[in-house]
């Protein structure tokens, strides 16, 4: 059932899904998520988008490639890209993409709580569907936030972040 005047789900066959997110750094959690969205749909695009409501800690083209060295060591970069998005909404991304589907990772309620509104204004905006995954819940309690807060304070985060995020953030430029 669709609510008059929103738009229905434009897709039939969909191939190509975005996995959108802040991903300040990309962890463990969210690389589960790319591996099963990526064995779901053909193509999937990482995109990473800056959240004015988050005070960052890494600029957003080292988050891009953090992401792409991952995926890469993981050998998870067959039939993925990794971008980024600042001109505007999420769905003109996927509108410029052909993409029907974004996806989403929910690790308990309350990202069901947060992510439920804006998954009902993107599909009003433009009929793009969201998708939630399940990431492993060896994964239900990390954050890219807490991954923050412990660096920050100097602890060890390599049990939450892939290789390539923690070999970059041992540097201590963070830049
Ligand atoms: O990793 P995050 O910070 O939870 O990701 C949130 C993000 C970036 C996916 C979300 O803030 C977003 O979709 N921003 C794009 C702006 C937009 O299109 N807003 C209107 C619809 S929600």
């Given amino acids: 059932m669709t609510r008059a005047g929103s738009p229905r789900y434009a897709g039939g066959m969909t191939t190509l899904a975005v996995v959108p997110g802040s991903f300040d750094p990309v962890t463990l959690g969210h690389l589960d998520v790319i591996e099963r969205a990526r064995n779901i749909f053909d193509e999937v695009h990482v995109v990473v988008v800056h959240n004015p409501n988050k005070t960052a800690m ?44 974004l ?57 939450y972040v892939p290789g390539a995020v923690s070999r970059f953030m041992a540097s201590g430029d963070l830049t």
Avoid at 115 to 132: H, S
Avoid at 134 to 154: K, N, T
């Fill in 103 to 159: 996806i989403k990772g929910i690790r308990s309620e309350v990202d069901v709580t947060y992510e439920t509104p804006m998954a009902i204004v993107n599909r009003d905006l433009a009929g793009v569907e969201t998708v939630f995954l399940l990431p492993d819940p060896a994964h239900s309690h990390v954050s890219s936030s807490l991954v923050r807060q412990v660096a920050a304070l100097g602890g060890d985060v390599s049990p």
């Fill in 58 to 101: 890494l600029p957003v083209a080292r988050r891009v490639e953090l992401i792409e060295e991952a995926l890469r060591e993981a050998g998870l970069s067959d039939g993925v890209t990794v971008t980024n998005w600042s001109v505007g909404l999420l769905v003109d991304y996927c509108q410029e993409v052909g993409a029907k589907v």
